[in-house]
């Protein structure tokens, strides 16, 4: 491998399930070198991880990068959105961090959203009706079945900020991550002190607000420090807006993300705020902003239906009649925390292949409802859907999209845009450039683009039949929830 041109960066991704680190050189976007490590999140009734493990693997990650992550003049963290993270005052956790797709808080997110002057309100102050993923509904049901928990936090941090905060000792997060909050003011781009009292949290507990380009800190002086002490690190952000900047992407250009979560989103320079809840208004990480919809089940289900049935996760079949919603972890879009799967449709002649290909169509169908949603309304309707995270490898995902959407379908060549989005914001800091410029300086979203094929209308109508006549079903509670 020949020797680097320019400077090299650090861009992080520290996602639900594993943490992925590369170096890359400023100058060309080459990856220099890769690490990746798993977390493990708890099963059952609630979804947690452990902070520090979050460290370890992002120090292990790091290892696995050798010599040229210790060159690095910059780094930068991107990180799963909305945990909550509470720490005491000596900066350890109190207890694991609720993640984004525990939904324990549903009652507290319909109890708040009532509280506070309904969905409309939410929506116009904070860019989103809070869901159970929100931090403040994480927040409120903490402080009301672990008050001991609420009272011994010195500290709230998100994912990206308990990461950034390790490396330079200052707590500090960004518009992108804090507009996933639910006590972020998208209006005024603050801290909404009006909606901390309501859930009575000091805002002198949260972090500071970086503006975009600014540097967040330096690497502090630390032996367990897998930089080199000086090392510029930029303000980082959550998982979705560094892939949008990892793709340079530009308003009207839409994106699929398939991992843990199933996310669609593009950015636009209209500020959101949909009160039917269905996309959330988060702000992206340049000043721009980042409607988005997100699924709590995406490529975990599905390949957990493959388990199930004995298949490969690629052994779809064609002709099903059968509709599988695959909500098995409750869903967030659309809004049914306490829902489980549900198969309808079910013959004697029904394959075991056609089963796996109903819990692909059932996950996508979610997630392009919000598709007109998220553009803006003078967006180009054939523009391509970019189609990103672990799942867009898969062939089965992939002719699910195109099938299903109607649009022609681009998969970019790079395989860790979050990562390469939050090297993008390093390389920001350290040359002053726009970080979407350098992801289209680097080419990241270049990938071939599969042809549009006639829209599955037949399919998405039965679906959206069976979600509407199950509504019942689908809210009550299961013994497991
Ligand atoms: N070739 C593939 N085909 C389909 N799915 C894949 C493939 N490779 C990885 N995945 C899926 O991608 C998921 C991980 O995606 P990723 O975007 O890294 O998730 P996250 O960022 O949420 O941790 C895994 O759940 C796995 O099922
Ligand atoms: O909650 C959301 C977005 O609102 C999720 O997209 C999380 O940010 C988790 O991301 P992945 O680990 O699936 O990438």
């Not at 989103?128 to 079945?145: D, I, N, Q, R, Y």
């Not at 672990?146 to 950034?164: F, G, I, N, Q, S």
Request: hydrophobic share 40%; proline share 6%; charged share 20%.
């Amino acid at each position: 491998m020949s020797a680097a041109e320019g400077p090299l960066v650090v861009g992080v991704d520290s996602s639900t399930q594993s943490t992925k680190a590369l170096v890359v050189d400023v100058a060309t976007g080459r990856v220099v070198a890769t690490g990746q490590a798993p977390h493990t999140v708890s099963s059952g009734a609630g979804r947690e991880s452990d902070p520090r493990q979050w460290w370890d693997a992002l120090c292990e990650a790091l290892r696995q990068c050798g010599e040229a992550a210790h060159e690095a003049a910059a780094v930068s963290v991107g990180g799963q959105q909305h945990g909550l993270v509470t720490l005491d005052e000596r900066g350890e956790p109190v207890r694991p961090a609720l993640l984004w797709n525990d939904v324990r808080s549903a009652p507290q997110a319909r109890r708040l959203t009532e509280e506070l002057g309904g969905a409309k309100f939410w929506a116009e102050r904070t860019g989103s009706v809070p869901a159970a993923s929100f931090t403040v509904t994480k927040w409120a049901w903490l402080a009301e079945h672990e008050p001991e928990a609420a009272r011994a936090t010195k500290a709230v941090r998100l994912p990206h900020d308990y990461l950034t905060e390790r490396l330079t000792g200052q707590g500090t997060t960004d518009r992108g991550d804090a507009s996933g909050t639910g006590w972020w003011a998208s209006g005024t781009e603050s801290y909404d002190e009006e909606i901390l009292a309501h859930v009575g949290l000091d805002p002198a507990l949260l972090p500071r607000v970086v503006r975009p380009g600014e540097v967040a800190g330096t690497v502090r002086d630390s032996h367990d420090l897998p930089f080199s002490k000086g090392t510029l690190v930029a303000p980082g952000t959550g998982d979705n807006a560094a892939a949008a900047l990892g793709l340079g992407l530009r308003p009207g250009m839409p994106v699929m993300s398939l991992g843990t979560s199933g996310t669609l989103y593009a950015v636009s320079q209209r500020r959101p705020a949909d009160p039917s809840g269905t996309v959330a208004g988060f702000a992206d990480a340049r000043g721009d902003w980042l409607p988005l919809a997100c699924t709590l089940n995406c490529t975990l289900a599905v390949d957990r239906v493959a388990a199930l049935l004995g298949l490969d996760r690629e052994a779809v079949e064609p002709g099903t009649a059968v509709t599988l919603l695959p909500y098995l972890d409750g869903e967030r879009t659309p809004n049914l925390p306490n829902a489980s799967g549900l198969l309808h449709g079910l013959r004697h002649d029904t394959t075991a292949g056609q089963l796996l290909q109903a819990a692909y169509d059932g996950a996508v169908h979610s997630l392009l409802g919000a598709l007109d949603l998220v553009l803006d309304q003078d967006a180009d309707p054939s523009a391509p859907l970019l189609l990103i995270g672990g799942g867009a490898r898969g062939e089965a995902w992939q002719q699910t999209v195109l099938r299903l959407s109607g649009r022609p379908v681009q998969v970019p060549k790079a395989k860790e845009l979050v990562a390469l989005g939050a090297a993008a914001q390093a390389a920001g800091v350290l040359t002053g450039e726009d970080p979407a410029a350098v992801a289209r300086r680097w080419n990241t979203a270049a990938g071939p683009v599969l042809d549009a094929v006639e829209r599955d209308e037949e399919t998405l109508a039965r679906i959206a039949g069976v979600l509407s006549d199950a509504a019942p079903l689908l809210e009550r509670p299961t013994d497991t929830h």
